[in-house]
Structures are given as structure tokens and as C-alpha cells.
């Protein structure tokens, strides 16, 4: 396994050259992007780094599951382009969300939509030897992947191994889900992992319960959990990361930084993700 970044909010007005450069003096071994680059395969390779894992569904984020056809056509069309110009630049793995699905229909209505208008993508992954990892991030329910229920009927929608998992642990805490058992049982579906923790705040827990807070007044987030850096939640990275060597996994290991205690700007989010190196280095093998 390899340890590297996705950039964070506070660096993503800094050149991805720039991060690179930072990222392979500070001993990272990739840096992840939230889009597909033109050119970010190269960029990484001049900084001796390996090519990070883009983002693919990025720019259709709004039409994947729209109810205009010719919109999701023209999205399906938009994402066969990029798993293209990803394939060129040696790219094998990339990022994908299916949210934002149509909220006048229920989730399985979307799953049909999804399965009936995906094959060209899929086809496409396959043809390039690329392999979509999708983020089990909820969505505030609009995601069509983040519990086992829906993984098994979304791998199952196409006879190809191109769609698997973006295994972030983080998600699973606050959602109820025993994400031990999630990395047992697709472990030959996981292609990518974010290194992220979550925080339980009891006094919030009490105070709201698990529906998150009602009354925000201006606040963010549930009010009773928050993300942080590994090993400043609750998850056991060394168990994580050991059932995932056991388990096969010989992959990218991403520091996904939304610690609110250190970000607000470059130099405290660099300092984060050095924090989170320092800490996971150790149980990388």
C-alpha cells in the first residue's frame, strides 16, 4: 500500500504542480484530484509521484440522473471522455458519486434509470482497464451507493468488475453500519480507500439525538458527529488497515482532510495532512 492526499479545500486554490511538488518533498506517494486533469497524470510523474485517482463524475454531478434524456445521454457521454483521457494518462483507478438522484423518484426508480442508461460507462472501463470506485458518501439520502444493500444490486446491475468501492470507513460510523464487515465482504470490490475519521460528540448526541440538530442557527454539520484525521475519531486504523492487506488490498491509502480543527487555511491544512501521515505511516505495509 501506498500513502498519498486527495487535495483539501484549503489547497485547491494552489496549483496542482505546486501540491505535487509539496506533497513529494514531504514523502507522499500520490496526490488525488477532484476532477479529471488534463494533464495530471504527467504532472504527478514529473514530480515522481504516481498518478493520483480523479474524480470522474465531477462535472455531471447535476445530470447522471436527470429526467431529461438527452441530458443523462450527453453526461454518459461526457464521463466515457474523461475514463478516455484518464486511460492516456495511465490512470487505472478513478472516484465516482452516484448522487443527486431525481428526487421525484423513489431509489429504486433511480436504480432503473441508472441501470438502464450506465452500460455505455461501464463498457468503456472496461475497454480503457479502468475501474470506478465509488464513494459511499450518503448524500443526505440523494446517493444511489452507500449501504451493502445497494452495493450488491449496483454491481450486480452489469456482469464487469469496473464498478467497486472508494472504502472510506468514515461514512459508516455515523450511518450505523459495521464497516469491518463491509471490508470483509467486498474486499475484491474495493479499489481505492480515504483515510478519515469520525468524531462521536456525546454531549451533541444527547442534546439532538441521531436526526442531527433542528434548530441550526447558522451552525454546520449533525451537531453530535464531525469528520476528523485518522486517529482522531473513533476507527481503529491499524485493524482497518491490516484486514485490508489481509484481505488482498495492495492499494492507494488517501488522506481525505475535512478536520475542522485544522483547516482555514494552506499552512494548517498542510499541517493536518502531515499529522495524518505521521499517524498511519507506522500500519502501511
Not at 38 to 45: H, K, L, N, R, Y
Not at 210 to 232: D, H, V
Request: charged share 20%; net charge negative; glycine share 8%.
Amino acid at each position: 500500500m501506498h500513502l498519498g492526499f486527495i487535495v483539501p479545500r484549503d489547497l485547491r486554490d494552489v496549483s496542482y504542480p505546486e501540491v505535487c511538488a509539496w506533497a513529494k518533498e514531504q514523502g507522499f506517494s500520490f496526490v488525488d484530484t477532484h476532477r479529471v486533469l488534463p494533464d495530471g497524470g504527467p504532472v504527478a510523474a514529473r514530480s515522481g509521484l504516481h498518478p493520483g485517482v480523479p474524480t470522474l463524475t465531477a462535472a455531471t454531478v447535476n445530470e447522471i440522473f436527470s429526467p431529461d434524456t438527452r441530458a443523462r445521454d450527453g453526461a454518459m457521454h461526457t464521463l466515457v471522455e474523461y475514463l478516455e483521457q484518464a486511460s492516456r494518462q495511465g490512470i487505472t483507478i478513478v472516484l465516482g458519486l452516484l448522487n443527486n438522484v431525481d428526487p421525484s423518484l423513489s431509489l429504486a426508480q433511480n436504480f432503473d434509470r441508472f441501470a438502464a442508461t450506465w452500460q455505455p460507462v461501464i463498457a468503456a472501463a472496461d475497454r480503457f482497464g479502468i475501474r470506478i470506485a465509488l464513494e459511499p458518501w450518503p448524500g443526505h439520502g440523494r446517493n444511489l451507493c452507500y449501504a451493502p444493500e445497494m452495493f450488491r444490486r449496483v454491481f450486480a446491475a452489469f456482469d464487469s468488475p469496473a464498478l467497486g468501492l472508494c472504502f472510506d470507513p468514515s461514512h459508516f460510523v455515523w450511518m450505523g453500519i459495521d464497516h469491518m464487515r463491509v471490508l470483509r465482504e467486498f474486499a475484491p470490490r474495493i479499489y481505492h480507500v480515504h483515510a478519515k475519521d469520525t468524531e462521536i460528540l456525546k454531549d451533541g448526541l444527547y442534546d439532538y439525538g441521531i436526526l442531527n440538530r433542528q434548530f441550526t442557527e447558522g451552525q454546520r454539520g449533525s451537531g453530535w458527529w464531525r469528520y476528523r484525521l485518522p486517529g482522531y475519531g473513533v476507527l481503529q486504523w491499524r485493524q482497518i488497515l491490516s484486514a485490508l492487506c489481509e484481505n488482498g488490498y495492495d492499494g492507494a491509502v488517501c488522506i481525505e482532510h475535512e478536520d475542522p480543527i485544522y483547516e482555514g487555511s494552506e499552512e494548517r491544512a498542510k499541517r493536518g495532512l502531515i499529522l495524518a501521515q505521521r499517524y498511519l505511516e507506522p500500519f502501511i505495509a
